[in-house]
């Protein structure tokens, strides 16, 4: 299964990253998983997936939730509502539209996205809780564990 | 939705602003017995206030700082101000960073006119409502744009460090020279990707193209030798042809009511400056396995038909890839990837040829290389004027009869024509109407 961090080197854009850089340090999982960033990849998203069976789209979002909080979503959650190609710089969703429409969907494709702080970057306390929470729901995904027993976070947060 | 079809009906369409990450458009129509009343395209231009940002930093910062002004065309700006900066300290670029400069220009090239020509302009002419349900019935055709797209966006990487807001290019040359390998394996794709780019003028020569003739000047650098890009003297098809340094002595920007941004004339005429612009100016400058392809679509040039600005872009999307291939060949690892750079106080202009067209910068900067002024001029403001007399000529040749979805329909093929930033909205007339 690979897992790729979406975003850039700017403020809570760059969540996806640090949750991707957050995975690779967790033995347990980084052993068995390939763990990439990439750099806002517009369409090269659907390169970058094709010929995968499995995904995982680790990204910034801004859903109008408190800051910090971590959302599993499908791709089709994410792709509802997309009709039309609606930017040049195509975004995750759309990206994931015109792959399925391309025939090169993955069969599995799990988001998790982390809501980016508006008025001020997610401060350390609460960005280490959503990697954290990020990570847990990785290892649901994949039925991965961390040599060491991992605390179990309870529901709060995570959608 | 469909109206009586009456040319004389009072037609009222207002679009308000729109979100643009590279710029915000509006447009407003009012048309009464059967002819245009009033007309305008809004475009708001955050790059403007870059002129402002740019005031008291180091000459290291700008190429960062303007190539932050575009997410499609960062190279662009960076070109032109690298240009302006070393005019001013009295650099000169060694050959390699030329042509590595170049290829980075031939990367912004081919990724924005594969992007636009597949992605955004193509579910016009193949009667899709947008790319993703174009890609259904066209997978290929997408698939090849998206292919030639990554191959423009890996090109800037391997210069830039990044293919978005690159940060590879510095004063004076580049911080790093890529690694030969990578230059070797990309130059094997670029070959490989070489008859995509000629399929690609074919196909867009037979595409149901409006046949829709109108009177324009044609503004573009002309180089020596090559098809422009980093540089040359700027020339029109009304004889113009002029330095850079004397642009504003003949180019004046100026201010409507309705927009903030900035409108050009040359002479006190709108312009066109981009891909057909260049191609009816330049198509002489094309590589031989261009010209031969621009010539197998029997296409006539000079064009006055900016719907052929879709061919314009495969054309000058194939010299992209061709000329991307001369420059790999003959690259060889360069002593230093940048020449020495002794900031004077003094100015400098740079003018090179963005995707959309002309670039022009001019930057004063003091003993220590800060920056006491900036002027950037972008190609889209530079083509509002032109866009608005498209869009009144179209629209009455369309005829004002149509109904408004197809009204709508047109004027946003007419826009899309320029490829302006406003048309990373692929749908972005929201229509309103309203009757007398």
């Not at chain 1, 993955?106 to 959503?130: E, S, T």
Request: aromatic letters at 6%; hydrophobic letters at 40%.
């Amino acid at each position: 299964m690979r897992v790729i961090g979406i975003g850039s080197p700017h403020g809570d854009d760059a969540l996806g990253w640090e949750a991707a850089r957050y995975l690779a340090r967790l033995p347990g999982i980084a052993d068995h998983l390939r763990i990439d960033c990439l750099d806002r990849p517009g369409t090269g998203l659907i390169q970058a997936i094709s010929g995968e069976t499995a995904v995982i789209l680790l990204d910034a979002m801004e859903a109008g939730l408190p800051a910090g909080t971590v959302r599993r979503l499908s791709a089709d959650e994410l792709m509802a509502g997309v009709g039309a190609v609606s930017s040049h710089a195509l975004g995750v969703a759309e990206s994931l539209a015109l792959a399925r429409v391309l025939g090169v969907l993955p069969n599995a494709v799990h988001i998790i996205g982390i809501q980016a702080g508006l008025a001020a970057p997610l401060g350390k306390a609460p960005r280490g809780r959503a990697l954290a929470t990020v990570s847990m729901i990785v290892r649901e995904i994949t039925g991965l564990q961390d040599p060491l027993p991992a605390a179990r976070p309870g529901n709060g947060g995570i959608g | 939705m469909s109206e009586p079809s009456d040319r004389r009906r009072n037609i009222r369409i207002q679009v308000p602003v729109l979100a643009r990450v590279e710029g915000e458009g509006a447009l407003e129509i009012h048309a009464r017995d059967g002819h245009i009343q009033h007309l305008c395209l809004r475009i708001f231009e955050p790059p403007r206030y870059f002129e402002k940002f740019l005031e008291g930093r180091g000459w290291e910062e700008i190429p960062d700082i303007v190539a932050r002004i575009c997410g499609i065309c960062p190279v662009a700006y960076q070109m032109s101000a690298v240009q302006a900066v070393e005019q001013a300290f009295a650099v000169q670029p060694s050959r390699w960073v030329r042509d590595g400069r170049r290829l980075l220009y031939c990367g912004e090239w081919l990724q924005s006119h594969a992007l636009h020509i597949h992605l955004l302009a193509l579910p016009d002419f193949l009667g899709f409502d947008n790319a993703i349900a174009m890609a259904a019935e066209h997978p290929d055709t997408v698939r090849r744009g998206l292919g030639l797209q990554q191959l423009g966006n890996d090109l800037i990487r391997m210069f830039g460090g990044r293919s978005v807001h690159p940060v590879g290019v510095r004063v004076g040359g580049f911080h790093r020279a890529p690694a030969q390998a990578d230059i070797q394996a990309l130059r094997s794709r670029i070959q490989a990707a070489l008859k995509d780019a000629e399929d690609l003028v074919t196909f867009t020569a037979a595409l149901p193209l409006p046949a829709d003739e109108q009177t324009f000047v044609s503004v573009s650098l002309r180089h020596e030798e090559e098809y422009p890009m980093n540089g040359g003297r700027i020339v029109s098809d009304r004889g113009l042809d002029i330095s850079p340094e004397d642009y504003e002595a003949h180019f004046e920007e100026y201010h409507q009511p309705h927009s903030t941004a900035l409108y050009s004339r040359l002479h006190g005429q709108p312009y066109l400056v981009g891909p057909l612009a260049r191609l009816n100016l330049n198509h002489d400058r094309l590589s031989p396995r261009s010209r031969e392809a621009l010539s197998a679509t029997g296409l006539t040039l000079p064009s006055r038909n900016m719907f052929h600005s879709l061919i314009a872009r495969a054309v000058e999307l194939l010299e992209a890839l061709v000329e991307a291939d001369r420059l790999l060949a003959d690259h060889a690892p360069p002593d230093s990837p940048w020449s020495e750079v002794t900031p004077r106080e003094s100015e400098g202009i740079g003018c090179t040829e963005a995707p959309r067209g002309l670039l022009w910068h001019r930057y004063r900067l003091d003993a220590a290389g800060r920056v006491i002024s900036a002027r950037i001029v972008p190609p889209t403001a530079q083509n509002q004027g032109r866009m608005e007399a498209d869009l009144r000529h179209s629209l009455e040749h369309f005829g004002l009869d149509q109904n408004d979805e197809s009204l709508k329909l047109r004027g946003e093929m007419v826009i899309r024509n320029y490829d302006p930033c406003i048309s990373c909205a692929t749908h972005f007339l929201k229509v309103r109407v309203t009757r007398a």
